[in-house]
């Protein structure tokens, strides 16, 4: 038996996994107190941007509360699996690590790299994490405790 042209494409293709991950990262941060309930406003936040997203977990990182400083991890976490997620695509998503809210100068240099993406490689990198927040946003639907 002969595989046709398009049974041949149909093996080539890899899916990404998104929700495989997703699950994941949704399992990872469950136990960490209404942490995964973050897993909503990244849906929302995909509509600001990749910048915006991106920036989230710094504005989290330096609370003083513990509980924002779980969430900037969920945060980190995810963008960190985009940018791995993105690279089996053949794109690169920008990653730099901040290590203090006040690297004013690293800030926006990774603002403007996220902005002088091709404007292909955004669409594709906001199609991508519009997905996995989808996926995220029903693992956690499935997997919130009672006390989140």
Known sequence: MTQTKNSQELTEWKPY???YYA???VLKHRD??????????MRMAVAYGLERFWGEHLRLKYDKKEENQNKSKY???VWNQLAIILSRAGVKLHNDEINSRDETTQIKEMAQKLWSMPISEQRVAL???TQLC?????WTQR????DS
Request: hydrophobic letters at 40%.
């Open 75 to 77: 945060w980190k976490d």
């Open 17 to 19: 996994n998104l929700d």
């Open 143 to 146: 997997y919130k405790k009672q």
């Open 32 to 41: 960490k107190k209404n942490v995964i309930n973050e897993s909503h406003k």
């Open 23 to 25: 699950q994941e990262l």
């Open 134 to 138: 989808d996926a995220l946003v029903w």
């Open 127 to 129: 199609m991508v994490l």
